[in-house]
């Protein structure tokens, strides 16, 4: 079935620099990879989400990538800061009639001051 | 406007009780999900409902049962927990498809002894 896979699984940087995190999917018929930032002990909430028919959108300092033929995206985070400190889902829709996303593992982003 | 709300927020269980959690929206949602997140395994989908009166199953369904009589509420219910349902599980909604943002409930915390 359909698998979204994501790394690294925790990312530690230093306050300014940039982060990136990756996904991979399996099913070459998705079309929709939102990605949802959860803080501790909070629920999680869409920060920025790209469909199939564009490779690259950004907003502010996060920008996400996609490359359909090697079916995999990334999250960019550029000039990172504390409140980014955050654990970092992506999920990819499945390519059947339902669209039910698949998440991955999530990465623990911790930004150092 | 609310959002979206879960009850309750934390609950132990024994091994073999049954219970519902409640969901409620008050965006008229017609999609509403229910998910479990458990650690280093990101957010599975349970069951889904695409609008009042129907739910679908979704990645991880056994041991769940789900009902929308009302197209503000998405109830979840457990007819004979087991520790594997340890767990903390997310109610979320969208307005008409998997592929938009989805609004995320705060949480409940669910501890089967």
């Known amino acids: 079935g359909e698998n979204v896979e994501q790394h690294p699984s925790t990312l530690s940087v230093q306050e300014g620099d940039s982060a990136v995190i990756k996904c991979t999917y399996s099913?070459?018929?998705?079309?929709?990879f939102p990605w949802y930032k959860q803080e501790l002990g909070k629920r999680p909430q869409l920060i920025i989400d790209i469909r199939s028919n564009v490779g690259e959108k950004k907003d502010q300092r996060i920008a996400v990538t996609l490359n359909k033929t090697a079916k995999h995206f990334s999250l960019h985070i550029t000039e990172t800061q504390p409140e980014d400190s955050a654990v970092y889902f992506c999920a990819a829709s499945k390519g059947d009639s339902s669209y039910k996303l698949i998440f991955g593992s999530g990465t623990r982003l911790l930004v150092r001051p | 406007n609310a959002g979206v709300t879960q009850t309750p927020k934390f609950r132990v269980l024994k091994t073999g009780q049954s219970m519902t959690l409640l969901c409620a929206q008050d965006m008229n949602h017609e999609y509403m999900y229910w998910y479990r997140q458990d650690p280093g395994m990101g957010l599975r989908l349970i069951h889904y409902s695409v609008g009042e009166g129907t739910t679908a199953k979704g990645e991880v369904p056994d041991g769940y049962n789900v009902s929308r009589l009302k197209k503000q509420n998405f109830l979840l219910g457990l007819e004979s927990a087991a520790p594997s349902q340890t767990s903390v599980y997310f109610c979320?909604?969208?307005?008409?498809?998997?592929?938009?943002?989805?609004?995320f409930g705060p949480g409940t915390r669910l501890l089967v002894l």
């Open positions: 099913d070459s018929a998705s079309n929709y």
């Open positions: 979320a909604s969208s307005y008409l498809t998997f592929q938009e943002t989805q609004y």
